[in-house]
């Protein structure tokens, strides 16, 4: 299946700490490194034209961290990841699912040297939640920021 042949996704379910949805919003991005700036660049314009732009900074963060590891560890050629943000009353949930299933993500510690491994200890850092979800193909990684 090539990336234009794609099916939609179904989306995750919110937890009743979420609250009403306000707004969504979805997009899917090719496995390609400039697709991380593009949807961190998208994700701060959104959750600033959402009306919290002092969310804006973390969602961008946290959104160019777990795409970089989608993107790393969960891509495969021609398929795509999604990245998909939902403000609710009480929360902001960031999600980027992928279609590596047996590939989790792991907290780890990387040595001073190394140019990557710190992208979890961020999101964990910043995030006030994060997880992950199992999809009939793929996962989805979450997190989520407290809006209250």
Same mark, same amino acid.
């Given at each position: 299946?090539?990336?234009?042949?794609? *099916?939609? !996704?179904?989306?995750?379910?919110?937890?009743?700490?979420?609250?009403?949805? !306000?707004?969504?919003? =979805? $997009?899917?991005?090719a496995p390609v490194a400039g697709s991380v700036s593009l949807a961190r660049h998208?994700?701060?314009?959104?959750?600033?034209?959402? &009306?919290?732009?002092? $969310? =804006?900074? =973390? /969602? /961008?963060?946290?959104?160019?961290?777990?795409?970089?590891? #989608?993107?790393?560890?969960?891509?495969?050629?021609?398929? !795509?990841f999604r990245v998909r943000l939902a403000l609710g009353t009480r929360v902001l949930?960031?999600?980027? =699912?992928?279609?590596? &299933?047996?590939? !989790?993500?792991?907290?780890?510690? #990387?040595?001073?040297?190394?140019?990557?491994? @710190? &992208?979890? $200890?961020?999101?964990?850092? *910043? #995030?006030?939640?994060?997880?992950? #979800?199992? @999809?009939?193909v793929g996962k989805t990684v979450w997190c989520e920021l407290c809006t209250r």
């Amino acid at each position: 299946m090539t990336a234009a042949q794609e *099916v939609p !996704l179904p989306e995750p379910e919110f937890g009743p700490e979420f609250g009403d949805v !306000l707004q969504e919003d =979805s $997009l899917d991005y090719a496995p390609v490194a400039g697709s991380v700036s593009l949807a961190r660049h998208r994700a701060g314009l959104l959750v600033t034209e959402w &009306g919290r732009p002092e $969310l =804006s900074w =973390s /969602a /961008a963060l946290l959104v160019s961290e777990l795409g970089t590891n #989608a993107l790393l560890h969960g891509c495969l050629r021609d398929r !795509l990841f999604r990245v998909r943000l939902a403000l609710g009353t009480r929360v902001l949930r960031i999600e980027v =699912s992928d279609p590596r &299933g047996e590939r !989790l993500p792991a907290v780890r510690v #990387a040595a001073d040297e190394e140019c990557f491994g @710190r &992208g979890l $200890l961020i999101v964990e850092q *910043v #995030a006030d939640r994060w997880g992950v #979800a199992p @999809r009939t193909v793929g996962k989805t990684v979450w997190c989520e920021l407290c809006t209250r």
